[in-house]
């Protein structure tokens, strides 16, 4: 909870609502996307049909096969933003839509979400490289 009284989570539904009602679903991001070859369906779909997949995932919604495989297909390049004509950061979007979409706001999740049981002891691997022996015993 941040000063303002606002959860993370509750932030990033705002942001994800504000950003899919700017949203016209052109479908200019998906055009532009060099991912798509790899996303099962988005090539054989119309780019505003795949685009309205993931603002409905930004909403709370399901989306659709198309638009699912196009969110997790995502690497971050960023092409995507200043394709939009709204000026809208799309990539932003994406990052929103996969957080909806892998459940980290709660909700069940969309997309095999891939479990890392090493993460933890990793963390704290890396950790003691950089920790003194007080911290250690203080926060690991
Ligand atoms: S290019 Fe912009 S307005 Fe068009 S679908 Fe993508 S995010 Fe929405």
Do not use: N
């Amino acid at each position: 909870m941040d000063p303002a009284g606002v959860s993370l989570a509750e932030h990033v539904r705002a942001e994800a609502a504000r950003l899919a009602a700017a949203c016209t679903a052109c479908g200019e991001c998906v055009r532009a996307c060099p991912m798509t070859p790899y996303a099962a369906g988005v090539d054989a779909a119309a780019p505003g049909v795949v685009a309205a997949g993931m603002v409905d995932v930004l909403r709370g919604g399901t989306g659709s096969p198309a638009a699912l495989a196009w969110i997790a297909a995502c690497t971050k390049s960023g092409i995507c933003t200043p394709a939009c004509p709204e000026r809208l950061d799309a990539a932003f979007m994406l990052r929103l839509a996969g957080l909806r979409a892998k459940g980290a706001l709660g909700d069940a999740p969309l997309v095999p979400v891939r479990e890392d049981t090493q993460f933890s002891p990793k963390v704290k691997a890396f950790a003691r490289l950089t920790l003194t022996a007080e911290e250690q015993a203080r926060w690991l």
